[in-house]
């Protein structure tokens, strides 16, 4: 009985409100609107064909044109009362708020197809209270002025089925290849349910979730006796062959990125400036060695290709395959590794740097280093002195961090806003010394950004992706000159040759200047680098973030990638040209070994560049000439490292009686022990300078006292935790003499 005076009471208010209702107004009378958006490659080529949040994608089709299966299952999951109410169902209003008081939050909707159809022509807004009565109201007045069947026919060809495709017509041909009429019933079911979420139903990605829909929706049908039992068996034992969605839309992730930059509503043709024919190419590229490194733990990788002078992306590829997730890695953050070293060194070059200036890939530990991070080379060797172009042009990361000691991070960090990269929020102090190493989040595309400012004479601005895209803001972020010796050390073969030899995939027949990447745990690897007219970034790795295996790094990883891309450009345009001379640089012959003017004693020079305001001025003195040898004397910091190499061993008779002195360790150096080594591994190997009149020699580490080697005096001592006082004392001829003592902290 209550049941009934429910209904009653429904059917007597909608009465009521149905004789109140005015007709159809005219911006509601035209159901068949379109404004499709047409996304063209840079000649005119198609690349996708996309409605508007208004409009379909594909041509109308009407009741007639579409299965009738379709019809069925779309009732029956939107509303199978659609032909008994007047516009809005009050059993099924009754039934959600039942559903949704009982759940706590909105578990289902009551609205019609009558309600969606409006909700699909109205502008987009609020979805409150208010919304919801506007859109009742207009449904009632919509099912006044129209007929059941135009109305179904207009929700048909309007409705959303996910991946930016709205209409049966185009759902149909998108995801089965066939026209909307050929649709089988569990074609049909399976499509019906899609418009129940379009924005989270992923049927390239979780088929089993919809399938899990599409089996309660048959149920559905067969309970409202639009299906029989047979029709469900047969629906359910048909296997759904959804067509390869990269034979669909081309260039799938450029477009998704492209539309989220488009102004809102945006409709007719948009000329891209993407180069459909290259985008091939590189999509093939990526195929072809993403099988190569696939069993090395490698599933996945992405490039960028800009154009240097005009910012206009030429190729974007997100990943091995667009229907894999449409997930696109050129725009996901990664840790960069060593692609970020070139900004720490142009910040060198601003302030007292040169590329001749000597750095130290040496033991030891800056004072603001964190206890987590102590800096190791890729090859697992300390390379001793060496100058900035070849710390930059091998990868080095100890030379780099000291370097970023005395430049600061707060000014990289800022410096690298500068160049855009955006996902760099958190603090200098967050990030630490190992901000140059790629301890924060960088992309794909912000890095061939960044790049492209280098190949630009230190001047950012961001990519153009149509034409017509209003100019973004042209900012010089580094001095040309910085910025052209930056490029002249990147395409420098013979500076990379000691890491890289002279065959790695970084060697061209034309000047190309490149940079590799690897963070830590072997989780991404990149290569990134530029001609005089194109920038081209590649990223390969993991995306759950795994590691990859067998150590695989930007050289072995994306560099051939890279490899492949560059030289299909230059092939494509008949020839690289070489990067012009920026003024503003000045080259000059350098002592080899010092990174100054070279002396007379010098063995060894070698040509380099400078900025004009910034040229060498003093005379080499690490070298000296005594008799017919040449001995190279190098600074404090060095001579521990220059003697463990044999290089610098003062000659035989030139020691003072006073110059004993402890070789190593130098005084302050902090050492780290291994928690998971044993302590007889863990030992500090001790050297001394003595006189040519020593006999032995007697070592002094705090209370320690041991006696050297009887051939050069080193000694062993085994570390312990705690700060030491080391002395060493001389004993000959019947006299002794003690060498001044240094301090060391053992962490």
């Known amino acids: 009985m209550r049941r009934w005076f429910k209904g009653i009471l429904g059917l007597s208010l909608l009465g009521a409100a149905l004789f109140f209702v005015p007709s159809l107004p005219s911006d509601l009378r035209d159901l068949r609107r379109s404004y499709n958006l047409r996304l063209l490659d840079r000649e ?45 169902d009050p059993m099924a209003v009754g039934r959600a708020l039942r559903s949704n008081w009982k759940a706590g939050h909105v578990l289902e909707g009551g609205s019609t197809i009558s309600q969606q159809v409006v909700r699909l022509l109205m502008p987009p807004g609020d979805r409150g209270w208010r919304h919801k009565l506007a859109e009742t109201y207009w449904a009632l007045r919509l099912e006044r002025g129209r007929s059941k069947q135009e109305i179904l026919e207009c929700y048909l060809n309007l409705a959303p089925y996910g991946l930016q495709t709205y209409g049966i017509e185009a759902a149909s041909q998108l995801y089965f290849d066939k026209p909307a009429s050929q649709l089988s019933l569990a074609e049909s079911s399976f499509l019906a349910v899609l418009p129940r979420a379009p924005e989270t139903f992923a049927p390239y990605q979780n088929l089993d979730e919809i399938v899990v829909f599409q089996k309660r929706l048959l149920a559905q049908m067969v309970h409202l006796g639009m299906a029989t039992r047979e029709d469900e068996k047969r629906a359910l034992a048909e296997p759904l062959k959804l067509r390869p969605l990269d034979s669909t839309w081309e260039a799938g992730h450029f477009c998704d990125y492209l539309m989220t930059r488009l102004p809102p509503h945006t409709t007719g043709e948009v000329r891209t400036t993407l180069d459909l024919p290259l985008q091939h190419d590189v999509e093939g590229i990526v195929k072809v060695h993403l099988k190569r490194l696939h069993s090395r733990g490698v599933s996945n990788g992405a490039v960028v290709v800009l154009d240097v002078q005009s910012g206009e992306v030429l190729a974007m590829v997100g990943s091995v395959g667009y229907a894999e997730g449409q997930f696109n890695a050129c725009l996901a953050g990664r840790q960069g590794g060593s692609s970020l070293k070139p900004f720490t060194f142009g910040l060198a070059l601003e302030r007292d740097y040169t590329a001749a200036s000597i750095l130290p890939d040496l033991n030891l530990y800056p004072k603001q280093l964190d206890k987590n991070f102590i800096p190791r080379n890729y090859d697992e060797r300390f390379h001793g002195p060496v100058r900035l172009r070849e710390a930059l042009a091998c990868s080095y990361n100890v030379p780099v961090v000291r370097v970023l000691e005395r430049v600061g991070v707060e000014r990289l960090l800022v410096r690298l806003r500068e160049l855009g990269f955006a996902r760099l929020t ?18 794909v595309l912000e890095l061939a950004r960044a790049y492209r400012a280098l190949a630009r004479g230190g001047r950012f601005a961001e990519e153009r992706l149509w034409h017509g895209q209003p100019e973004s803001e042209d900012k010089l972020v580094f001095e040309p000159a910085v910025a052209a010796l930056l490029t002249d050390i990147l395409k420098d073969p013979q500076a990379r040759a000691p890491a890289f030899g002279l065959s790695s995939p970084l060697n061209f027949p034309f000047e190309v200047a490149a940079k590799t990447g690897t963070s830590k745990g072997y989780r991404d690897n990149w290569t990134v680098g530029y001609t005089p007219h194109y920038v081209v970034a590649c990223w390969v790795g993991n995306f759950d973030g795994s590691s990859m295996r067998n150590g695989v790094s930007g050289i072995t990883g994306a560099a ?94 030139r020691q003072a009686d006073s110059e004993v002195a402890v070789a190593f360790p130098d005084n302050g150096a902090v050492f780290r022990m291994d928690p998971h080594l044993r302590g007889d591994y863990q030992k500090l190997h001790l050297k001394a300078t003595v006189p040519d009149w020593v006999e032995w020699v007697e070592w002094q580490v705090g209370e320690d006292k041991f006696r050297g080697s009887e051939r050069n005096f080193d000694a062993w001592w085994r570390l312990r935790p705690g700060g030491f006082y080391i002395m060493a004392v001389a004993h000959g001829g019947g006299r002794s003499l003690a060498s001044p003592g240094v301090r060391i902290l053992v962490q």
């Open 44 to 88: 005119g080529r198609l690349l996708r064909e996309v409605a508007s949040d208004q409009a379909t994608e594909q041509s109308w089709k009407a009741l007639g044109q579409v299965s009738p299966w379709l019809v069925q299952a779309t009732l029956a999951a939107e509303d199978h009362r659609f032909y008994s109410h007047p516009g809005i």
């Open 426 to 443: 958190e603090s200098a102090q967050h990030y630490g010394l190992g901000l140059t190493l790629g301890s924060g989040e960088i992309s």
């Open 560 to 653: 051939p990638i890279f490899h492949d891309v560059i030289s299909g450009l230059a092939q494509r345009d008949g020839g690289s040209p070489p990067f012009s001379r920026s003024d503003g640089l000045r080259q000059l012959a350098v002592c080899a070994e010092s990174g100054e003017l070279p002396g007379p004693d010098c063995p060894h020079s070698l040509q380099e560049w400078f900025l004009e305001r910034r040229l060498p001025a003093r005379r080499c003195t690490f070298h000296e000439r005594i008799g017919d040898k040449v001995f190279c004397r190098y600074p404090p910091l060095y001579r521990s490292w220059a003697l463990a190499q044999g290089i610098a061993q003062p000659p035989q008779g």
